[in-house]
């Protein structure tokens, strides 16, 4: 059986960093696994007052089916003002609702921060990192995956070079071991 894993983009930027370096991640996946691009960016805000029996809006109740077939998550993102993008967060706080019916719960996760700058996302990645142990998504905890001085990793081709996806490399298969051992 194919797994899937959902990858969920913190950037809207068309030649975004971290969706070279998600992509990256995803054609690393080995076979029996499936790559899923999960769409973010036409979320509605989060409003209790828009969640009723009867009606949500399309996008949270096509975004929550998304997730709920999902065998792992991976977040890749920027740090914006030393937290996570408000797309990403967002995206969180719809699939946690409504209370009792979050759809991340034990769904393995892996956090890859990524940057401009030499801390690699480090506030970002740790701000996500709180929200997820809420959302009772284990994550994965070493290797840690703060990615500095990101557009210096990438040729003119927007390929990342072979040292940074052997890293890459390393921890994806942590990742895929840790979530290997929680089915257990």
């Known amino acids: 059986m194919t797994k899937k894993i959902g990858f969920f983009i913190g950037s809207l930027r068309k030649d975004s960093y971290n969706k070279k370096v998600a992509e990256t991640f995803a054609d690393l996946l080995p076979e029996g696994y499936e790559s899923v691009f999960v769409k973010i960016d036409d979320l509605p805000f989060y409003n209790e007052d828009l969640e009723t029996p009867e009606d949500a809006p ?14 792992g998550v991976i977040f890749v993102s920027p740090e914006y003002n030393r937290s996570v993008p408000a797309v990403l967060k967002n995206a969180l706080d719809v699939g946690s609702r409504p209370y009792g ?29 709180q ?13 840690e995956a703060y990615i500095g001085n990101i557009a210096n990793l990438i040729d003119e081709n927007g390929k990342i070079n072979e040292g940074t996806v052997n890293f890459f490399q390393t921890i994806l298969t942590a990742y895929l071991d840790f979530a290997g051992k929680l089915e257990n």
């Open 58 to 71: 399309k996008e949270w109740t096509r975004f929550r089916s998304d997730v709920k077939d999902l065998d």
């Open 101 to 129: 019916q979050s759809v991340w719960d034990q769904k393995p996760g892996l956090v890859v921060t990524a940057s401009p700058g030499g801390i690699g996302g480090f506030g970002a990645n740790h701000h996500l990192r």
């Open 131 to 143: 929200s997820l142990v809420f959302l009772n998504v284990p994550t994965l905890q070493q290797p």
